[in-house]
Nanobody, 123 residues
Protein backbone atom coordinates (compact mmCIF):
# COMPACT_ATOMS: atom_id res chain seq x y z
CA UNK A 1 0.00 0.00 0.00
CA UNK A 2 1.02 3.57 -0.68
CA UNK A 3 -0.52 6.61 0.97
CA UNK A 4 -0.35 9.92 -0.86
CA UNK A 5 -1.01 13.36 0.59
CA UNK A 6 -1.07 16.46 -1.62
CA UNK A 7 -0.43 20.00 -0.44
CA UNK A 8 0.27 23.44 -1.83
CA UNK A 9 -2.99 24.28 -3.53
CA UNK A 10 -4.68 27.64 -3.13
CA UNK A 11 -6.17 30.69 -4.78
CA UNK A 12 -3.90 32.65 -7.11
CA UNK A 13 -4.22 35.15 -9.92
CA UNK A 14 -3.63 34.46 -13.58
CA UNK A 15 0.09 34.55 -14.35
CA UNK A 16 1.11 33.47 -10.85
CA UNK A 17 2.99 30.32 -9.87
CA UNK A 18 2.29 27.52 -7.40
CA UNK A 19 4.19 24.42 -6.35
CA UNK A 20 2.25 21.35 -5.36
CA UNK A 21 3.81 18.64 -3.25
CA UNK A 22 2.80 15.02 -2.79
CA UNK A 23 4.22 13.14 0.17
CA UNK A 24 4.20 9.36 -0.07
CA UNK A 25 4.40 6.76 2.64
CA UNK A 26 4.21 3.01 2.65
CA UNK A 27 6.04 0.84 0.17
CA UNK A 28 9.28 1.84 -1.52
CA UNK A 29 8.54 5.17 -3.20
CA UNK A 30 11.30 4.85 -5.75
CA UNK A 31 9.63 1.76 -7.22
CA UNK A 32 6.66 3.75 -8.51
CA UNK A 33 6.04 5.92 -11.49
CA UNK A 34 4.36 9.08 -10.23
CA UNK A 35 1.87 11.37 -11.86
CA UNK A 36 -0.39 14.36 -11.46
CA UNK A 37 -3.94 14.57 -12.77
CA UNK A 38 -6.58 17.24 -12.42
CA UNK A 39 -10.34 17.39 -12.50
CA UNK A 40 -12.46 20.47 -13.03
CA UNK A 41 -16.18 20.51 -12.13
CA UNK A 42 -18.20 18.58 -14.68
CA UNK A 43 -15.14 17.34 -16.55
CA UNK A 44 -13.18 14.12 -16.79
CA UNK A 45 -10.02 13.64 -14.77
CA UNK A 46 -7.21 14.84 -17.03
CA UNK A 47 -3.56 13.78 -17.25
CA UNK A 48 -1.19 16.59 -16.30
CA UNK A 49 2.30 15.15 -15.87
CA UNK A 50 4.20 11.97 -15.08
CA UNK A 51 7.73 11.12 -14.03
CA UNK A 52 9.66 7.89 -14.28
CA UNK A 53 10.47 6.02 -11.07
CA UNK A 54 14.11 7.05 -11.45
CA UNK A 55 13.24 10.62 -12.37
CA UNK A 56 15.03 10.20 -15.67
CA UNK A 57 12.11 10.98 -17.97
CA UNK A 58 8.89 12.96 -17.85
CA UNK A 59 5.69 13.38 -19.83
CA UNK A 60 3.17 16.25 -19.94
CA UNK A 61 -0.34 16.88 -21.09
CA UNK A 62 -0.59 19.22 -24.08
CA UNK A 63 -2.36 21.94 -22.10
CA UNK A 64 0.48 22.33 -19.59
CA UNK A 65 3.60 21.74 -21.69
CA UNK A 66 6.12 24.51 -21.23
CA UNK A 67 4.39 25.84 -18.09
CA UNK A 68 4.41 22.95 -15.60
CA UNK A 69 7.35 20.89 -14.39
CA UNK A 70 7.17 17.60 -12.50
CA UNK A 71 10.05 16.46 -10.31
CA UNK A 72 10.67 14.02 -7.52
CA UNK A 73 12.97 13.58 -4.57
CA UNK A 74 13.13 9.88 -3.73
CA UNK A 75 15.12 10.61 -0.56
CA UNK A 76 12.14 12.62 0.72
CA UNK A 77 9.45 10.38 -0.79
CA UNK A 78 7.98 13.44 -2.44
CA UNK A 79 6.91 14.43 -5.92
CA UNK A 80 6.38 18.05 -6.95
CA UNK A 81 4.47 19.93 -9.59
CA UNK A 82 5.78 23.41 -10.32
CA UNK A 83 3.07 25.40 -12.08
CA UNK A 84 4.01 28.66 -13.78
CA UNK A 85 2.01 31.12 -15.86
CA UNK A 86 -1.22 29.82 -14.41
CA UNK A 87 -4.44 30.39 -16.32
CA UNK A 88 -8.07 30.35 -15.15
CA UNK A 89 -8.55 27.12 -17.12
CA UNK A 90 -6.00 25.46 -14.81
CA UNK A 91 -8.57 25.68 -12.01
CA UNK A 92 -9.24 22.16 -10.78
CA UNK A 93 -8.63 19.66 -8.02
CA UNK A 94 -5.15 18.26 -8.53
CA UNK A 95 -4.48 14.63 -7.67
CA UNK A 96 -1.21 12.83 -7.12
CA UNK A 97 -1.03 9.17 -8.14
CA UNK A 98 1.38 6.25 -8.02
CA UNK A 99 1.73 3.50 -10.62
CA UNK A 100 3.42 0.12 -10.46
CA UNK A 101 5.07 1.03 -13.72
CA UNK A 102 8.21 2.93 -14.61
CA UNK A 103 6.10 5.74 -16.06
CA UNK A 104 2.40 6.03 -16.89
CA UNK A 105 0.14 8.59 -18.56
CA UNK A 106 -3.30 6.97 -18.31
CA UNK A 107 -5.62 6.96 -15.29
CA UNK A 108 -6.13 3.21 -15.49
CA UNK A 109 -2.42 2.61 -15.09
CA UNK A 110 -2.33 4.18 -11.64
CA UNK A 111 -2.83 2.09 -8.53
CA UNK A 112 -2.94 4.66 -5.73
CA UNK A 113 -4.43 8.13 -5.50
CA UNK A 114 -4.30 11.02 -3.07
CA UNK A 115 -7.32 12.99 -1.89
CA UNK A 116 -6.54 16.01 -4.03
CA UNK A 117 -5.76 19.68 -3.48
CA UNK A 118 -7.77 22.56 -4.92
CA UNK A 119 -6.12 25.06 -7.23
CA UNK A 120 -8.14 28.12 -8.20
CA UNK A 121 -6.84 30.68 -10.67
CA UNK A 122 -8.72 33.96 -10.90
CA UNK A 123 -8.64 36.16 -13.98
Amino acid sequence: QVQLVESGGGLVQAGDSLRLSCAASGRIFSSYGMGWFRQAPGKEREFVAAIRWSGGSTSYGDSVKGRFTISRDNAKNTVYLQMNSLKPEDTAVYYCAAALLAIATMKVEYNYWGQGTQVTVSS
